[in-house]
């Protein structure tokens, strides 16, 4: 027990259950098509007036850009999510745009939505693109490939 709390791969406990990647796979897919479905927002005029007054009111610098900024960042991470690429990359501004969400709208409440979300992607954000990625796939047929060629 010693030498699984004190290892230094922290994900030693998780990569040993069966499953975990498919699971993380799973989870990382369907909070992708989340996030894209949320930034369609950006779509609908009334909405978005209410995003950059709600800046506006809390005094945001350059409030119009950066709440399409926000909407995009969600639109980009949704789909670096689902396709399984980059994740590190988009995950950063929309962990900054959930943090802005959470203290600024949520008045710092640990249990809201913003706060989970940002809690996710710090998952994804330290998992990385993991597996059933567009970039496996693309591999694994070019191996293919390959082995037919020999």
């Known amino acids: 027990m010693k030498k699984v709390i004190f290892t230094k791969n922290l994900f030693y406990m998780t990569n040993n259950l069966r499953y975990t990647d498919q699971i993380m796979a ?7 098509g989340m996030l894209i ?3 369609r927002e950006m779509l609908i005029k009334e909405t ?3 995003n950059i007054q709600w800046l506006t009111d809390i005094h945001f ?3 119009t850009i950066m709440a399409y900024i926000g909407k995009i960042a969600e639109l980009l991470c949704g789909v670096s999510l689902v396709l399984g690429f ?3 990359w988009t995950a950063l501004p929309v962990m900054f745009t959930m943090l802005v969400i959470n203290y600024f709208m949520e008045n710092v409440n640990l249990w809201g939505n913003t706060f989970l979300a940002f809690l996710l992607l ?3 954000f330290a998992q990385g693109d993991g597996i059933w990625t567009v970039i ?3 591999n694994k047929s070019k191996m293919k490939r ?5």
């Open 48 to 50: 978005m007036t209410g």
């Open 136 to 138: 496996s796939i693309l």
């Open 26 to 32: 799973i989870i990382r897919i369907v909070f992708g």
């Open 146 to 150: 390959e082995n037919e060629n020999q």
């Open 122 to 124: 710090m998952v994804f």
């Open 86 to 88: 980059g994740i590190r």
């Open 37 to 39: 479905y949320m930034s």
């Open 61 to 63: 610098p350059i409030p």
